[in-house]
């Protein structure tokens, strides 16, 4: 593993930017002599993220990048991040391609010294939540996301896993995960039930937990009021777009999602107001958050 993304691995935000100048240095030679999709991924997920967790920038380009050649890699952003995402960078090596740089290099190139990975003990345990169907499968809509944190994190469409080490908080805290800690999880996808769980982390790394989800439909009993088949109704327009969104990852179809959201998250509420016990609760909380809908 190399030096900068073991670092970003650390147990501090000070490591992170440690890490940065080489990452840089990185992109710099993937942007003029090429690279492997690996190296550009984690270079540009270090940049990205120190920017954003240092100065609150988003680069869209840099996390799009990160999206475009690690998938799973992108889904331990910070959901805001995520949401940033617009086209990769012009440079970008396709997935599976190897680009070799070294063939391209200058002759003269620079003399780096070895660096040494950090100890095993300075680096966050990893954090991986599957989200899977009642046979098994991946459910490529699910969003995981812990109650401390309430940023929601979609899982990887195609493995329907998240991976991660940490949780940012919205007052610029950051909590990496860790062995005794106990975490509660929410996991939820447009169509499935809500789940919350807590867990234990076992392991000082790469501790792993997986939950299923079954379909679900709304029940809106015949005397509810208006307000719940009006949710009924957005949840409907929530799913389908969430589903378009998962074949067609594109700004414009996740701007589709976010409105159904939004409007689904609204009637949630209200219904949720006039007594619609559980059944809204659980919805509300799918397309919004704790201090929204409790």
Request: net charge negative.
């Amino acid at each position: 593993m190399l030096f900068w993304i073991s670092l970003a691995w650390a147990a501090t935000p000070e490591d992170l930017s440690e890490a940065v100048p080489e990452a840089l240095g990185q992109l710099e030679t993937c942007a003029s002599y090429g690279c492997t999709p690996k190296e550009a991924a984690e270079a540009a997920w270090v940049v990205a993220l120190n920017t954003y967790l240092s100065n609150g920038v988003a680069d869209g380009t840099l996390a799009a990048t990160v999206r475009e050649l690690d998938p799973e890699l992108f889904a331990s952003f910070p959901d805001v991040l995520q949401s940033t995402a617009t086209e990769p960078a012009a440079w970008t090596p396709r997935p599976g391609e190897h680009q070799d740089a070294v063939a391209q290099a200058p002759e003269a190139a620079p003399n780096l010294e070895p660096r040494v990975d950090p100890p095993a003990r300075n680096r966050a345990p990893m954090f991986t939540v599957s989200v899977l169907s009642e046979d098994g499968y991946p459910i490529p809509t699910a969003v995981v996301r812990f109650v401390d944190e309430q940023d929601n994190h979609r899982v990887n469409t195609e493995t329907g896993r998240w991976v991660g080490s940490v949780r940012y908080f919205s007052n610029g805290a950051v909590a990496y995960f860790d062995k005794d800690d106990t975490i509660e999880v929410e996991a939820f996808a447009p169509g499935y039930g809500y789940s919350r769980t807590a867990v234990t982390l076992q392991k000082k790394r790469n501790n792993k937990l997986v939950l299923t989800l079954h379909p679900h439909d709304l029940v809106v009993p015949p005397d509810a009021p208006k307000f719940a088949t009006d949710a009924k109704t957005a949840c409907h327009k929530w799913i389908e777009a969430s589903r378009r969104y998962s074949l067609d990852p594109s700004d414009e179809h996740g701007s589709r999602v976010r409105s159904a959201q939004k409007r689904t998250s609204r009637f949630a509420r209200d219904w949720l107001d006039s007594g619609g016990g559980e059944e809204a609760l659980h919805l509300c909380l799918m397309t919004a958050d704790i201090a929204y809908c409790e």
